[in-house]
């Protein structure tokens, strides 16, 4: 068979799939706009939204629950991990895009470095799904990569651009991938379950925010 669409750009992502098996069957695609799927159509009540119009949305969505108040935080419960652990960095309080923010500065990034916030205990009120945050970088930090860790050990990443201004990021639960942890966890259909969420690491590696190094 063939299949024409002069929409490719705007179909919805639930027909990616009838899509990949129509082409595995031998069918044939005419796309009179290309790439496909540049802009994919989510479902949302009874609207289809494209993933701009729906990220705009969100970030229009007020914060609710302050997790980590940095007027107030004590850093010393931040714990650094890295596969260069002798390798100088630094973390501290600096000017942020209202208020105090968390700084880190890692001198020669050659790997990965993360930095995991204390124990927490239901970080997620009832209903609460969304994680927000302000982030920037600095210099050559493009990306930075946050990951929640849930009660069972299973690990869930989230990465998003960032500038070297302050930028509100807005990350859904399907926006952390499964991460190799638990053997049991991250098989097709599964998700992080911020009601399952128990702690936070924020940072950079070359597995998943690029492989750029240095300071």
Request: overall charge negative; glycine content about 8%.
């Amino acid at each position: 068979g063939v299949m024409v669409d002069s929409m490719w750009r705007y179909l919805p992502v639930e027909s990616m799939k009838p899509v990949e098996a129509f082409i595995h069957q031998g069918g044939d695609i005419i796309a009179l706009q290309a790439p496909a799927f540049t802009e994919p159509l989510w479902r949302s009540g009874r609207e289809w939204l494209t993933t701009t119009l729906w990220r705009e949305r969100l970030n229009r969505i007020p914060t609710g629950h302050i997790l980590f108040d940095f007027e107030e935080e004590n850093l010393e419960g931040w714990i650094r991990n890295s596969n260069t652990p002798n390798s100088p960095a630094s973390w501290d309080l600096k000017e942020g895009n209202d208020g105090q923010a968390l700084h880190v500065a890692i001198e020669n990034m050659a790997g990965w470095d993360t930095l995991a916030s204390p124990m927490l205990e239901n970080p997620f009120p009832e209903g609460h799904t969304l994680t927000c945050l302000y982030a920037k970088g600095v210099g050559s930090t493009n990306a930075l990569s946050l990951e929640w860790v849930e009660k069972d050990g299973s690990r869930w990443i989230a990465v998003f651009p960032v500038t070297n201004e302050w930028q509100r990021i807005v990350l859904t639960p399907r926006d952390f991938k499964y991460w190799k942890s638990v053997p049991q966890r991250g098989h097709a259909g599964d998700s992080f379950n911020p009601q399952n969420a128990v702690r936070l690491n924020v940072g950079v590696a070359w597995t998943h925010t690029g492989p750029r190094g240095g300071e």
